[in-house]
């Protein structure tokens, strides 16, 4: 019987389940199975579930045989050994996703080792990470958890694993499949809930614990089902073992990149363009491009018969797809570069694809970093020429219509003033459906509208989606599901009138009071889910009425992926670290700051708070907007002091998610007016996170300064001093000014002896301050060390009290 791909994805996706069973069964004796190796136990899984397996058109003893021979150096355990085409399909695909890992004769797979994060062995700057794992069950502020959850990913000293541990584990992975048993599940659909409940119970776990434990069970059964699925798609119908072991150039690796992604989201030509607001268009703009690197991928998937577990990368509109060397393939990859170029020509160019592949071996899978250092090559000559389709000028001329007064771009649909063209048009429905959406469907046809009209596939927002053929869940649900679906947290979060009336303690009609007098009603009618405008979200800050703007990049980044496993002796370069990377940066820019902007408290005793700041943050960080947030970097927007808060807290997330000194985070926060022009933000963010970098990285770009993030708490600490002394007039708002003076006239002088002349002069201006307060005189008289923190950030935290304390008429400032 000839044998699908999606039949070898399966088995290669199974193949190591049962060290699950193996560790949390460790050391009992279990009849169930005539040994207790991981093997042995794969093959009771498949066997323990035949009737799901079988109702999706497979044969349990094909999978259970094809799954658990697959290793080809136990010599001892002959039936652990390949012998069929699809074992030893599965066998080499296991050898070359492994390659970071010597297993022997199936010694054992003990319980008490933690995995190990990503970061842990990746040597960035001459540094590597510190130690710590991960505790697959835990505890949250009000919940406790069993594997993969917001909040869920972070290394501690004394991680808690154990047979009981692996037997939680176990259990919700039978919960899961006795819910999928419950569905009518196509083969597609079952692997990608299998994939769905492997990413929840596997994600914590190590697949290997007799080496180095610092790659998932999940990442690694997840490309060896790609794997798996690629090379047997390479052979055709019929291989044989020998066909399959004589290695060769049988791969594609994809690389796909949406460039000019800053420039489409932030042209926008106006705030007041009749399509709903500009802050649900803007999030809009920003999962269009989301969503299209998405679309290409899926696309090309499914018409090589792949699927999405053969996006082995991806995010932030990249990704990296391993398909196999067929003519078949080449030719889908020229197809697609040619429909989505003529796709970014109709609307404009400002959105452009770009895709390179390269062929390579098994043996490749070795050295990885090489690998994509090739494919990464290959992409910059691509860039070099966006549209190679085009054989003559004339083809990218369209007729000469009025331009849409929105984008600037694409004609409008009317000759006539202020009249939008088709997609921005589309850009307000969609805006209006994020709110009470939690899910995107991609549909070849019948997608309800709104949709994204991509080649080869259509993306709608909405709940059940009933017909697409694929679903994108946003937020970490693993729950079965008819349809193939994978849990991909793209939406965002936007801040409804609803998260106002928490974080002020108002009802409705107060709120539309405030808003009326602060003059801020449109013609949208006020109710809770109304997406908050940016002069809302100003007019919610706490002192000045700003909107604050956050951009926030990962540092070294490009050196983590391209040097950071390689080692002289030794390349720790494999696919399964470089994926386990990427999908562990991935979970913290997507879940993880969609989980802080939402759901603060969990974060309570990670951060410190104490009740009042952790209420405080419950009702002031819902308040923000993220524009976006995925691969390494993000977006944000809202009440600035809200937003400055959020900044701090994140920065501390993030070092101990990572637990590498050299891992840390560039970026700039501006405070602009509600009405500033979308590409005056963008570059105004621009500058000041390349400010940041500049200064040498893992700084913020704040009120004129670059600042270590390390200072910005004792900044902070001295402006809410200077805010209290303020309002209890211990300081005037002269004296605050007198000294930034000061520190502008002198502080930037390149001769030290310049720069303390501040200081008569400062001391001078002090003697007000002894005459109200002298315990106030005492602290500011640190100012006088010109090396002093306090001194040489000045402008920041003072500009920070001030606007702290800027108070409007009609509004009653909350106080810290």
């Known amino acids: 019987m000839n044998r699908d791909g999606l039949d070898l994805a399966l088995a290669g996706l199974l193949h190591d389940v049962g060290k699950l069973y193996s560790r949390a069964l460790w050391g009992e004796r279990d009849e169930r199975v005539p040994d207790r190796t991981h093997t042995a136990y794969t093959a009771y899984f498949v066997r323990a579930h035949a009737e799901l397996f079988r109702k999706a058109g497979l044969d349990p003893s094909w999978l259970a045989e094809t799954a658990s021979r697959h290793h080809e150096g ?171 072991r004589r290695d060769g150039e049988k791969f594609l690796l994809v690389a796909g990149d949406m460039g000019g992604i800053q420039g489409h989201i932030y042209r926008i030509a106006g705030a007041e363009t009749g399509v709903g607001g500009i802050a649900k268009r803007l999030r809009a703009r920003s999962l269009e491009v989301s969503l299209a690197a998405e679309a290409m991928a899926l696309a090309l998937l499914r018409r090589l018969g792949l699927t999405p577990l053969n996006r082995i990368l991806g995010a932030g509109g990249k990704f990296y797809l391993l398909l196999p060397n067929t003519e078949e393939a080449v030719a889908a990859l020229e197809g697609a570069r040619e429909a989505w170029g003529r796709w970014a020509l109709e609307r404009g160019g400002s959105l452009v694809p770009h895709l390179a592949w390269v062929a390579f071996r098994g043996q490749d899978f070795r050295d990885f970093a090489a690998l994509l250092a090739r494919l990464h090559e290959a992409l910059a000559q691509a860039k070099l020429r966006p549209f190679p389709f085009l054989r003559s000028t004339e083809e990218t001329l369209g007729r000469p219509l009025r331009p849409c007064a929105a984008c600037g771009l694409r004609p409008a649909q009317r000759d006539e003033p202020g009249s939008l063209c088709g997609d921005c048009e589309r850009e307000r429905e969609v805006g209006g459906l994020l709110p009470q959406s939690d899910r995107v469907g991609f549909f070849e046809d019948g997608a309800p509208r709104p949709f994204f009209a991509f080649p080869g596939l259509k993306a709608a927002l909405g709940g059940k989606l009933p017909g697409a053929v694929h679903l994108y869940r946003a937020r970490l649900d693993f729950a079965p599901e008819e349809a193939p679906a994978e849990a991909k947290p793209l939406l965002g979060h936007l801040p409804r009138v609803a998260h106002a009336l928490k974080a002020r303690g108002w009802d409705l009609p107060a709120y539309r009071a405030w808003a009326e007098e602060e003059g801020l009603l449109e013609d949208e009618e006020v109710h809770p889910e109304k997406v908050l405008t940016f002069a809302e979200l100003a007019a919610l800050s706490e002192g000045a009425p700003y909107l604050g703007a956050l951009l926030l990049d990962a540092d070294r980044m490009g050196e983590a992926f391209a040097t950071g496993y390689r080692r002289e002796g030794r390349d720790l370069a494999t696919p399964s670290r470089i994926a386990a990377l990427s999908r562990t940066l991935e979970v913290f820019f997507a879940a993880e700051v969609l989980s802080l902007l939402e759901t603060p408290g969990r974060y309570r005793e990670r951060l410190g708070w104490g009740a009042l700041e952790a209420q405080r943050k419950e009702a002031r960080y819902p308040l923000l907007y993220s524009v976006y947030s995925g691969g390494d970097d993000l977006f944000l927007l809202g009440p600035w002091d809200a937003l400055l808060d959020f900044a701090l807290d994140l920065e501390r997330l993030y070092r101990r998610f990572t637990r590498h000194e050299a891992l840390s985070l560039s970026g700039g926060f501006v405070l602009v007016g509600p009405s500033l022009p979308v590409p005056e933000l963008s570059r105004l963010l621009g500058g000041a996170e390349k400010r940041a970098k500049e200064a040498g990285r893992g700084r913020l770009f704040l009120l004129g300064q670059a600042v270590p993030w390390e200072e910005l708490p004792k900044l902070r600490a001295w402006a809410e001093d200077l805010s209290r002394d303020l309002r209890q007039e211990r300081v005037s708002r002269a004296q605050a000014y007198r000294w930034l003076s000061l520190w502008r006239r002198f502080a930037p002088l390149e001769d030290p002896g310049e720069r303390v002349r501040y200081k008569p002069l400062l001391a001078y201006a002090l003697r007000r301050v002894r005459e109200r307060d002298e315990g106030a005189w005492e602290r500011y008289l640190r100012l006088l060390d010109h090396q002093d923190p306090a001194w040489a950030y000045l402008p920041v935290w003072v500009q920070w009290a001030l606007y702290r304390e800027r108070e409007r008429k009609g509004v009653e400032v909350q106080r810290v």
């Open 74 to 244: 136990w010599r001892d355990r002959p039936q652990y050994r390949p012998e069929t085409p699809e074992a030893w399909c599965v066998a080499l695909a296991d050898t070359y996703a492994s390659k970071e890992r010597e297993e022997g004769e199936g010694g054992g797979s003990p319980p008490e080792v933690p995995l190990k994060p990503p970061f842990r062995h990746l040597r960035v700057q001459g540094k590597e990470g510190g130690e710590g794992g991960y505790s697959p069950v835990y505890r949250l502020p009000g919940e406790s958890g069993v594997g993969l959850a917001p909040g869920a990913l972070y290394p501690e000293d004394r991680p808690g694993v154990s047979k009981e541990v692996y037997g939680r584990l176990l259990e919700r992975l039978e919960a899961r499949l006795s819910e999928m048993a419950r569905l009518p599940l196509a083969k597609e659909a079952l692997l990608l809930n299998l994939a769905l409940a492997f990413q929840e119970t596997l994600s914590l776990v190590p697949a290997d614990t007799q080496s180095e434990p610092d790659v998932s069970l999940y990442d690694h059964l997840r490309l060896t089902a790609a794997i798996a699925h690629a090379l047997w798609l390479f052979h055709g119908k019929s291989p044989t073992p020998e066909d399959l």
